[in-house]
């Protein structure tokens, strides 16, 4: 999917939600780690969940808050670990309202994306893969080794992610 503008994230958020998100958000919007990277990131899940039978729900906001807080495009390990704190303090209780299992699995999801772990609950892998099929923004064709589930170890899985990652 080719996105010559930016939609907006009203599109995938609750207005109150998103507008939470965009104040939080430092970096430039069209970034490498900015809203097309999160539409990727969420298209890559939802195909993914078709056969992992992760939580949507779950993938879905991890799509749009696991770079919520980053402050570099750079390497920036503990944006994650912000970002799961900022969920549990700030999000969860203003905007989500998640069952305590789902904010279990979405604030582990979104604090582990960074440190290339590869076992977890099924949900939080599909999160996982779904964010490392998009690489392919930075130059980088996933590696089937450093992906959490078979479905996102597929090869029409990666090329498909990959020629979208690259597509911008």
Not at 86 to 110: D, G, M, N, S
Request: with cysteine.
């Amino acid at each position: 999917m080719t996105y010559k503008s930016i939609p907006d994230l009203t599109d995938f958020l609750p207005e109150p939600l998103a507008k939470a998100v965009l104040n939080q958000y430092r970096l430039h919007l069209n970034g490498t780690h900015g809203l097309r990277h999160w539409i990727r990131v969420w298209k890559n899940g939802e195909e993914l969940c078709c056969s992992t039978g992760a939580n949507v729900e779950v993938v879905r906001l991890f799509a749009f808050l696991h770079d919520v807080c980053r402050k570099d495009e750079d390497i920036d390990l503990l944006h994650g670990v912000r970002a799961a704190k900022l969920i549990k303090t700030v999000l969860q209780p203003e905007f989500l309202h998640l069952p305590r299992e789902e904010e279990k699995l979405l604030e582990y999801a979104v604090q582990g994306h960074t440190f290339g772990w590869k076992e977890a609950d099924p949900t939080v892998m599909t999160c996982w893969d779904a964010d490392r099929l998009d690489l392919g923004r930075v130059g980088i064709l996933p590696h089937p080794d450093r992906l959490c589930t078979e479905a996102a170890r597929d090869p029409a899985m990666i090329r498909r992610a990959y020629a979208a990652s690259k597509e911008g």
